[in-house]
């Protein structure tokens, strides 16, 4: 079973920044890509950003201009560069990584935007 293990959401004014990080056990180029999806309460789990394994990236257009997703492949490890946060923004944070298929998904972390 893969595990991937996030870190680094919290709770951030509007305006502000958070970067997200989603580290593998092994590494990323084992996965077909990898992303991250949010869920907001009494919503669906919606797309925001995939980085496949040549590198290519796309982003959901809520967020495009003020997200970036990248990796460290040193690291094992695919980041989520959130600036100008807004209070939509407000969700909780899966990693997830898709190799032929099958899917893995992290445990989540919490974003909250709020003054």
């Known amino acids: 079973q893969v595990q991937l293990v996030e870190s680094g959401g919290g709770l951030v004014q509007p305006g502000g920044s958070l970067r997200l990080s989603c580290k593998t056990p092994g590494s990323i180029f084992y996965f077909n890509d990898m992303g991250w999806y949010r869920q907001a309460p009494g919503k669906e789990r919606e797309l925001v950003a995939i980085i496949s394994s040549g590198g290519s990236t796309r982003l959901d257009d809520s967020v495009k201009g003020r997200f970036t997703i990248s990796r460290d492949n040193a690291k094992n490890t695919v980041y989520l560069q959130m600036n100008n946060l807004k209070p939509d923004d407000t969700a909780v944070y899966y990693c997830?990584?898709?190799?032929?298929?099958?899917?893995?998904w992290g445990q989540g972390t919490q974003v909250t935007v709020s003054s």
């Open positions: 997830h990584a898709r190799r032929e298929g099958s899917v893995y």
